[in-house]
T-cell receptor, first 113, second 114 residues
Framework: EAGVVQSPRYKIIEKKQPVAFWCNPISGHNTLYWYLQNLGQGPELLIRYENEEAVDDSQLPKDRFSAERLKGVDSTLKIQPAELGDSAVYLC???????????FGPGTRLLVL | RKEVEQDPGPFNVPEGATVAFNCTYSNSASQSFFWYRQDCRKEPKLLMSVYSSGNEDGRFTAQLNRASQYISLLIRDSKLSDSATYLCVVFRFILTGGGNKLTFGTGTQLKVEL
């Protein structure tokens, strides 16, 4: 069974440019998460979806970050415009329920110059 | 105070040693607890859930102490391959305002040496 797929794996952009990350969860997983992880820190939840509904986006900086999960499958996380402090690893995870095991993708390493 | 706190380490132990990590949580309404493992430059993976009665999986034992609001992870007979960062995860339902809250700790780094 395929795991969580994320692309791109690496991205280098200049500040003020837009960037988008894509995630394809494990088939059948209704719950999808986007996390941000800085070096030496644990993952911090940005947004959680139940099917196509964003049920927890309280930690998403909505002035520059947006996300969507059309049709309740794939998801895209966008940053516009990117700032230097956005450099981090962006992890996508999915699970069959909120208390079920989360399976993480390999992450997208973003570097903003 | 952070909702979930862990000693970042690193814990440097010789192969074969027993090592234990604690993770404290601040919200007494927290209901579910997990340990995840994260290898360097890799994604986190579930190691084990933590049950109220404590649970064991091979060389790994997880305990929950609700009175003192901490969970622990004990690793016996450590192997070189146990070297990783161990993330504590705490979950609680939020009755109002929508959503549940799942919080990762910053992780404890373990280095097992020859």
């Amino acid at each position: 069974e395929a795991g969580v797929v994320q692309s791109p794996r690496y991205k280098i952009i200049e500040k003020k440019q837009p960037v988008a990350f894509w995630c394809n969860p494990i088939s059948g997983h209704n719950t999808l998460y986007w996390y941000l992880q800085n070096l030496g820190q644990g993952p911090e939840l940005l947004i959680r979806y139940e099917n196509e509904e964003a049920v927890d986006d309280s930690q998403l900086p909505k002035d520059r970050f947006s996300a969507e999960r059309l049709k309740g499958v794939d998801s895209t996380l966008k940053i516009q415009p990117a700032e230097l402090g956005d450099s981090a690893v962006y992890l996508c995870a999915s699970s069959s329920g909120v208390l079920e095991t989360q399976y993480f993708g390999p992450g997208t390493r973003l570097l903003v110059l | 105070r952070k909702e979930v706190e862990q000693d970042p380490g690193p814990f440097n132990v010789p192969e074969g040693a027993t090592v234990a990590f604690n993770c404290t949580y601040s919200n007494s309404a927290s209901q579910s607890f997990f340990w995840y493992r994260q290898d360097c430059r890799k994604e986190p993976k579930l190691l084990m859930s933590v049950y109220s009665s404590g649970n064991e999986d091979g060389r790994f034992t997880a305990q929950l102490n609700r009175a003192s609001q901490y969970i622990s992870l004990l690793i016996r007979d450590s192997k070189l391959s146990d070297s990783a960062t161990y993330l504590c995860v705490v979950f609680r339902f939020i009755l109002t305002g929508g959503g549940n809250k799942l919080t990762f700790g910053t992780g404890t780094q373990l280095k097992v040496e020859l």
